[in-house]
């Protein structure tokens, strides 16, 4: 899949009825490593961060060691998202494939896996993601 965000779904996923914080892919916004959350109010949020360098003395005098970078949390944005976003889920038991929520100003509408849809809209769905 290359790049992409990271996705955790607060609300029930059809089929599948997961939803304790489980994490998906998605390749449908950024493709930044980013953290993104449909949360239970339906809204779609994305947690902004920065990148510092890891304070460690190791790294200035050892020159074989790459220095690490991590995270830091600068809050989070409702991102009034208008679209269709699509996601990956694989869960080996119970369902594997992609899944689609819908947002209509910035408030979730439906989710719903992608063989569920209509071929037509299948069809303008991934011609969008390539």
């Not at 790049?3 to 998605?26: A, H, M, S």
């Not at 460690?56 to 830091?72: F, G, N, Q």
């Not at 494939?97 to 910035?106: C, I, K, L, P, Q």
């Not at 569920?116 to 969008?128: F, H, K, M, Q, T």
Request: one cysteine or more; aromatic letters at 10%; proline letters at 5%.
């Amino acid at each position: 899949m290359g790049l992409y965000d990271e996705l955790i779904c607060e609300v029930e996923l059809p089929k599948v009825g997961l939803r304790d914080r489980e994490i998906f892919q998605t390749n449908s916004l950024f493709c930044s490593m980013g953290r993104l959350t449909i949360t239970k109010e339906h809204r779609l949020i994305q947690h902004c961060e920065r990148w510092e360098w890891e304070d460690s003395e190791d790294a200035s005098t050892d020159p074989s060691r790459i220095p690490k970078m991590r995270r830091v949390p600068t809050g989070d944005r409702d991102l009034h998202f208008h679209g269709d976003l699509v996601f990956f889920v694989y869960l080996p038991e119970e369902f594997q494939g992609d899944m689609v929520a819908r947002f209509t100003d910035g408030h979730l509408q439906w989710i719903s896996t992608m063989e569920a849809l209509p071929e037509i809209v299948r069809d303008v769905i991934y011609g969008s993601q390539q």
